[in-house]
Structures are given as C-alpha cells and as structure tokens.
T-cell receptor
Framework: DVKVTQSSRYLVKRTGEKVFLECVQD?????MFWYRQDPGLGLRLIYF???????EKGDIPEGYSVSREKKERFSLILESASTNQTSMYLC???????????????FGPGTRLLVL | GENVEQHPSTLSVQEGDSAVIKCTYS??????FPWYKQELGKRPQLIID?????GEKKDQRIAVTLNKTAKHFSLHITETQPEDSAVYFC?????????????FGKGTKLSVKP
C-alpha cells in the first residue's frame, strides 16, 4: 500500500517567516510533486522532481523553492512567507511508468498553511 | 503546453441518477488520462484511468470514455449514491515520459441528493 506522508496537517506562520513543508514516500517512486490547491483553481503544480537532486519548475514556482536530497523525501520551502501563500499544499509521488509500473500519482494528506 | 478544461464546475443529481463530467485537452500527444476523487477534507485518490489506445473503460458504476480525435474524455457515474458526493478532477499526461507530469482540470463538485 502506497504511503505518502506530509510533515504537518495544519501550519500557522507569520509574514516573512521561512517555511519548510516536507513530504516522504515509501514506494521507491522516482517522481515527486508539490501542488497547491485553492477553491476554483484546482491543483496547480509548483515544482516537481524526477530524480534525486533534480528539480523542475511547474506552473507557479514564484516564491517557492524545493530540495530533494534523498529519493524518498521532497521538501517545499517558502523563503519568505506571504499572505497570498495561504493555501492547501499537496505532495504527490509516482513511478516513471516503466517495467509495468503505473505512473499513477499518489497524494499525501495535505498541509493547510495559514500565513498571517 | 497542455491545457485541460473541465465542465461543469458543479453538478447536482438525485440519488440513482447518472452523472457525467467532461474534459477537453489541447496536446494531441497526451496519452494517459486519470480521474481523481477528492472527498471533503481528504486527499485526491485515483478512481479510474484510461490510456489513448483504449476508447472506453468501465469499473462497476464508473466508466470513462476517450475521443482522441476530438480530444475529449468523460467520466460517467451510474446509479449515483450519496457517497459519490465529492470533487472530481480529470487530468492528462504524457505516458512513458520520465517526468510523469499531470495537468489537472479545475474540478467538478458533485452533490448527490438522497
């Protein structure tokens, strides 16, 4: 059973703080993703990583950075949190889809971040 | 790049009726189309997917159809039940690519009234 976990379910931070959101998966997946989810806007991709130390910008990378030092762990960093970054953040992971493995994305439970 | 549009944004049906959600995509090279269900307060979970070499796939009360020529795909739920109430997301991806990117639609909030 695939398990994707996120470090916090709820987080309250102040404007200007540095925020770390961590995601861990236990399925040896190559790909990992960070999305933010806002009402009416669906799931928007912030960053993704297809291998250790590799990262690619998604659709809305501004104000965010990521780190992938180990295969199972993908961190999202808000360098200086702002109120417009208040949102639900979802992490996901997937296999590359070779050797019969499906490339289905499996999501973590989400972190609801409030920036005051 | 790929763009996915999803309609309607909200859908209300009576229990037992059918529900249909439609999505269109822009990149003709897209060849993997999953559907996710997100119940209130929970994570999105895959409910069904289809690849571009198949026109239709069914799993109990849920079916997905794909029209590659028109570049649209649809989710059909028959005999709806209150537990089908959720937000449904369609997505499109390139199969076999190393990145496995999914582009999501904006979601459809389905309400099934008892």
């Amino acid at each position: 059973d695939v398990k994707v976990t996120q470090s916090s379910r709820y987080l309250v931070k102040r404007t200007g703080e540095k925020v770390f959101l961590e995601c861990v998966q236990d399925m040896d997946h190559e790909n990992m993703f960070w999305y933010r989810q806002d009402p009416g806007l669906g799931l928007r991709l912030i960053y993704f990583s297809y291998d250790v130390k590799m990262k690619e910008k998604g659709d809305i990378p501004e104000g965010y950075s990521v780190s992938r030092e180990k295969k199972e762990r993908f961190s999202l960093i808000l360098e200086s949190a702002s109120t417009n970054q208040t949102s639900m953040y979802l992490c996901a992971s997937s296999s590359r889809g070779y050797r019969g493995r499906k490339e289905t994305q499996y999501f973590g439970p989400g972190t609801r971040l409030l920036v005051l | 790049g790929e763009n996915v549009e999803q309609h309607p944004s909200t859908l209300s049906v009576q229990e037992g009726d059918s529900a249909v959600i439609k999505c269109t995509y822009s990149d003709s090279a897209s060849n993997y189309f999953p559907w996710y269900k997100q119940e209130l307060g929970k994570r999105p979970q895959l409910i069904i997917d289809i690849r571009s070499n198949v026109g239709e796939k069914k799993d109990q009360r849920i079916a997905v159809t794909l029209n590659k020529t028109a570049k649209h795909f649809s989710l059909h739920i028959t005999e709806t039940q209150p537990e089908d109430s959720a937000v449904y997301f369609c997505a499109a991806s390139r199969y076999g690519g190393s990145q496995g990117n999914l582009i999501f639609g904006k979601g459809t909030k389905l309400s099934v009234k008892p």
